[in-house]
């Protein structure tokens, strides 16, 4: 509800005015809010990042970054969360791990089938190498201990986003 004593900041010179007082003209508000609809329309995807496997120096293991809250939240249901027992952070881990990973690699080249499609956790070829009945155990085997599967993991989430920090700005030292 507006009322006469309505004010608004007017950013281009630090000053309080009345919400209806027009723009100053020079000012080019269309430009800026045309760039920031350009720059919202833009899809926010983060670069693949790779991970060598310790104690396996030949081979790495490249992933996928871009998770959702969505896809998080199920994984830590999938593995406990809010049950009796708990989470399970290495059937956690397995999760984040299995369902990113786009590729291993052997001596810095990317392995693939037969077919020539690239191996991944849940791929027959990898599971039969690791004489995994799961994907999970597959990982298990490929990492060979629980912290190392733990820490991949939390170095997908990190790059995913989950660990950023936001850097707060003093709002009055903005041009």
């Given at each position: 509800m507006a009322?006469?004593?309505d004010y608004t900041v007017d950013l281009t010179d630090s000053g309080v005015m009345p919400k209806d007082t027009p723009i100053d003209e020079d000012v080019e508000a269309g430009t800026i809010l045309q760039q920031l609809t350009k720059e919202l329309e833009k899809e926010?995807?983060?670069p693949e990042i790779e991970i060598d496997v310790p104690e396996r120096e030949s081979i790495a293991l490249r992933f996928t970054p871009?998770?959702?809250?969505a896809r998080l939240r199920e994984w830590r249901r999938?593995?406990?969360?809010?049950?009796?027992?708990?989470i399970d952070s290495v059937?956690?881990?397995c999760y984040v791990i299995g369902d990113t990973c786009t590729g291993i690699y052997m001596n810095k080249q990317l392995v693939k089938n037969s077919n020539g499609v690239a191996l991944n956790f849940a791929s027959k070829d990898?599971?039969?190498?690791t004489e995994a009945d799961t994907p999970f155990e597959a990982?298990?085997?490929?990492?060979?201990?629980?912290?190392?599967?733990?820490?991949?993991?939390?170095?997908?989430l990190e790059h995913a986003g989950y660990g950023d920090?936001?850097?707060a700005e003093d709002p009055t030292s903005r041009p």
């Open positions: 009322t006469d004593n926010i995807v983060r871009n998770i959702s809250q999938n593995s406990g969360e809010g049950s009796k027992r708990g059937k956690f881990a990898i599971m039969d190498m990982i298990k085997r490929m990492f060979g201990l629980d912290p190392h599967i733990e820490s991949a993991a939390f170095t997908i920090e936001v850097d």
